[in-house]
């Protein structure tokens, strides 16, 4: 049994956002993060390592650099890490994305008992779409915004967080569960998941490695395969995040001056 | 010649920070007003794997290098120096020792116990009258049979009151002073062994000091570590490895200092502007910061120093006297800086000026740093 999970190398959105003139986003220029909806995904995983000893690969679509994710990813336990990068891959929006990313599933290999993660939805596309795509393209039963995973033998039952309540599916496997934050808290990279990281597996698959997938077109992958087009990117103006207290006493009074004297304000 | 950290060093810092901004910030204040020794967070630490990391894989540890070491402290510190101190005295005052002069039973079976076994660890050298003269215990360790009887008291033990494995300096034979000297490896659970007072200290809450006492305390004739009478080097030797370890956590508190007032200077406002507008903020932040990255260059060439194996003291008690006092320097500046408030528990920079000072006293005095140094340099 194996359990692949997707993750995204984002910017980090709580420093500079900058933008190319054809309105992608300059991640060059920017710190980057594993996207927080993932690392929930990427610990799901672990703790079905933890109970069943299954392996976990985790797999990312992106330049060079986005190595390093992986090698966190690695750090905090997973066993393995592909790699999907080429000139061909950029640019892809989201459509785009998950044609690769099906083919690099497809190529790792999924089989009866293997599950496939990925985060809800990346902080700089906030598309939620990919996830969703992939699975669609690899034919396999999927579950959205997981917000509880219980799994026994090849059953999973799945508790969805919708905006207006929950619902429990199950599934069997192999299927392709998205994961929410309200899952889990991601573990910590550890010091000997540190010093092993750089001894694990880490495959690259390039264009010529997935060419001979279907899947993947001139047409339908990269910027020029991508069916979305960015007309305008902009920051949208600042605002306050606000804060809300409860209560009707003086201990929460107390904190409101409390607040207000620490930011000067009284 | 490269400046920069291994790839495993800059994530050791990443996991570190990570887990400090989580873990630590949101309970440093009040670990530090109410003296609590902070369990659940070492907890966490032994289950990552940072405290006894250094330690070999064979005998449990993660197998992570001096530096990396020191930058764990590092990052700590910049939040709760407290923290900072129960590690450092756990991997480079309790580990260390052992296993550089342990036997390979004595290492499989403590620092087991001091990694997987979750166990914390202490250093007992100090005595009422042997401070800086750490020559001087009078604490004796009797052999009787198959074992040894201790006699005597030790303060300021750092881990105190919380730790189960304790490193000993005891006089084997009082007539040839520092010769006479022999280290031991007791447990808390061995009979005779004691804590004796909790000390209430200026700084540094949340770290356990404790007065420990042995009154015929039984140690097996296994637990001698070292051979009889070379306790006083196993001592020195084992400093100038601490000595790391509180540059880092000195480092650490230096630079927790420095990004306070960074933040807070940027956002207080007096005549009109931000007060990092001004020039006298503007170079008062721009030598904090040289300094620190002066102490950097100072603590990292003495822990690489120590992993290359040769003799390091002079480096180790030039980053430890440089740091320190950085920390005491840099942390005053912040107070200054935050004016009023800063003299208030409101902010964290009092507390980390409290902190800071024992840096400049504990595991050498800055005056000891300088005997060292110029021991070394004439």
């Known amino acids: 049994m194996k359990i692949i ?27 980057t993060i594993t996207n927080p909806d993932d690392l929930n995904a990427v610990e799901a995983a672990l703790k079905i390592k933890d109970a069943t ?57 999924v089989e009866k008992d293997d599950i496939v993660m990925c985060g809800r939805q990346a902080i700089d596309g906030d598309t939620a779409q990919v996830g969703p795509q992939i699975a669609e393209k690899l034919d396999l039963p999927q579950v959205t915004y997981a917000a ?3 799994k026994d033998g090849d059953k999973i039952t799945v508790r969805r967080m919708l905006e207006d309540g929950y619902m429990t599916i199950r599934v069997e496997t192999p299927c392709l569960l998205t ?3 309200e899952l889990n808290s991601p573990r910590y990279m550890n010091i000997k998941g540190i010093y092993d990281t750089y001894n694990k597996p880490l495959d690259v698959f390039d264009y010529e490695t997935l060419k001979d997938d279907p899947l993947i077109d001139p047409t339908t992958i990269g910027l020029k395969g991508s069916p979305t087009n960015i007309l305008t990117s902009f920051t949208p103006p600042l605002k306050g995040a606000g804060m809300m207290l409860e209560g009707a ?12 004297a620490a930011k000067h304000i009284i | 010649m490269d400046f920069n950290l291994s790839r495993e060093q800059e994530l ?5 920070h990570d887990f400090t901004e989580t873990e630590i910030r949101p309970i440093a204040a009040e670990t530090d007003r109410t003296a609590q020794y902070p369990a659940e967070t070492i907890d966490k630490l032994f289950d990552l794997g940072v405290m006894g990391m250094i330690v070999p894989r064979e005998y449990g540890g993660a197998g992570a290098d001096d530096l990396a070491g020191a930058i764990a402290i590092e990052e700590i510190s910049k939040v709760c120096a407290s923290t900072g101190d129960i590690l450092a005295t756990h991997n480079g005052l309790c580990c260390g020792p052992i296993l550089q002069h342990g036997t390979e039973e004595q290492k499989k079976k403590y620092l087991a116990m001091l990694t997987t076994g979750k166990k914390v660890g202490a250093f007992c050298l100090t005595e009422p009258n042997a401070g800086s003269d750490a020559s001087k215990g009078c604490t004796t360790a009797k052999l009787e049979g198959d074992h040894y009887v201790l006699n005597g008291s030790k303060i300021f ?25 022999s280290a031991f490896i007791v447990e808390s659970s061995f009979p005779g062994f004691s804590v004796g007072k909790h000390e209430v ?13 042995f009154t015929d305390c039984i140690v097996p004739k296994e637990n001698l570590l070292g051979r009889e009478g070379k306790g006083f080097g196993i001592a020195m030797q084992t400093l100038d490895g601490g000595r790391i370890g509180i540059a880092a956590q000195a480092l650490g508190i230096a630079e927790g200092a420095y990004n306070e007032t960074v933040t807070y200077t940027k956002g207080r406002v007096q005549f009109g502007k931000p007060i990092s507008k001004f020039q006298n903020t503007q170079f008062l932040l721009a030598d904090m910061y040289m300094n620190i990255e002066a102490g950097r260059g100072l603590l990292h060439k003495a822990a690489l120093a120590k992993m290359s194996g040769k003799r390091f003291s002079l480096e180790a008690a030039c980053a430890k006297l440089f740091c320190s006092e950085l920390a005491m320097q840099n942390t005053t500046k912040a107070v200054q800086m935050h004016g009023g408030y800063g003299y208030t528990n409101d902010y964290p920079v009092e507390r980390m000026m409290r902190d800071a000072k024992i840096t400049e006293i504990y595991e050498g005095t800055s005056e000891i740093q300088r005997v060292v140094i110029s021991n070394n340099i004439l």
């Open chain 1, 5 to 31: 999970v997707c993750i995204k190398q984002v910017p980090d959105t709580s420093g500079k956002v900058a933008v190319n003139p054809d309105g992608t986003l300059d991640r060059a220029s920017m710190q």
């Open chain 1, 53 to 109: 000893g299954c392996e976990v690969i985790v797999v990312t679509m992106g330049p060079a650099p986005a190595a390093g994710m992986l090698r966190e990813a690695m750090a905090m336990g997973a066993d393995r890490a592909v790699l999907v990068s080429a000139r061909e891959f950029g640019g892809s929006d989201t459509y785009a994305t998950s044609q690769i990313l099906a083919a690099a599933v497809k190529r790792i290999g």
């Open chain 1, 148 to 150: 509880d995973i219980q």
């Open chain 1, 179 to 181: 994961c929410i934050k």
């Open chain 1, 249 to 260: 006493d003086h201990a929460t009074t107390d904190k409101l001056a409390e607040l207000l």
């Open chain 2, 12 to 16: 050791v810092r990443k996991m570190m």
């Open chain 2, 157 to 181: 033990i750092t881990n105190g009151y919380v730790a189960e494995v304790f490193v000993v300096f005891a006089m084997t034979d009082p007539s040839k002073g520092t010769k006479g000297i």
């Open chain 2, 201 to 213: 200290k200026m700084g540094l809450h949340g770290s356990p000091t404790a007065e420990i006492v």
